[in-house]
């Protein structure tokens, strides 16, 4: 089963798109890439000081990863200065690219989300009382993750060390989609969903008589297109472009 010759918009971030493209193009689809968000380091972000006194390392995306590396390189630190720490990565990719910084990595969910996460950490942490947790995160992260270790006596440093920025296609991008006419949109987080709500994109779609299928990476994501009214869309079962690939094989198959 391929995706020969459908027509499927990615709407990643720029610097992560390149390897989903050439996956979908290996599959015989037909890509217009249409970023809907752009991710661009905090102007608050930093480094703390005494790296020493965490017991625990949260990294909730690939994009905490590389920004916080940034923040410990502007620091004149790296990812070894937290060598004493337990990591927990809220997912496969967050877990590679942290291995990829030389990170050795304890606790994975199976579920891409927090609720698990935060299960994992406790289930591998018998005195959670009184360790401290460092939390490198976006400024549209939520507190569910630092609320719930702090209830179990932990004490949370969220780090803001990138924004997520809606972006708003250009005149000619948006010409270029619409004649485009997509088969399949596929979005990797709920900020991407907003963007595109925002920008009107459904309206002008069913004006030219098009309703593609949208594709989801995972729950959070899904529940962005359910408010947005976004009701043709397929769920990604394993949170990875190749799962989001198979979910749009399966349903034009």
Request: some cysteine.
């Amino acid at each position: 089963m391929t995706l020969l010759n459908k027509r499927i918009v990615v709407t990643r971030a720029k610097d992560q798109s390149a390897s989903l493209i050439a996956k979908l193009r290996e599959d015989r689809a037909l890509v217009l890439y249409l970023p809907l968000i752009d991710i661009v380091p905090s102007a608050n972000g930093y480094c703390p000081e005494r790296l020493t006194d965490y017991d625990w390392l949260v990294l909730t995306s690939v994009n905490a990863v590389r920004h916080f590396g940034a923040c410990l390189n502007a620091a004149e630190k790296s990812y070894a200065d937290l060598r004493q720490c337990r990591v927990a990565a809220i997912g496969e990719a967050t877990a590679r690219a942290l291995r990829n910084a030389g990170v050795e990595v304890h606790v994975v969910p199976e579920t891409h989300v927090s609720g698990p996460l935060i299960e994992a950490l406790l289930n591998s942490e018998p005195r959670p009382e009184g360790k401290r947790v460092l939390l490198p995160q976006g400024n549209l992260s939520k507190s569910d993750i630092a609320d719930a270790l702090e209830a179990k006596g932990m004490s949370v440093t969220p780090v803001v060390c990138y924004e997520t920025v809606l972006r708003q296609p250009e005149p000619l991008e948006l010409q270029e989609f619409l004649d485009f006419a997509p088969d399949g949109i596929t979005f990797f987080s709920p900020s991407a969903v907003h963007s595109f709500t925002r920008a009107g994109l459904p309206e002008k779609l069913a004006a030219k008589g098009k309703h593609p299928v949208y594709a989801s990476i995972g729950s959070l994501t899904t529940r962005a297109l359910q408010n947005g009214a976004l009701s043709r869309f397929v769920e990604a079962r394993q949170q990875s472009e190749e799962g989001i690939i198979d979910a749009m094989k399966t349903y034009f198959g």
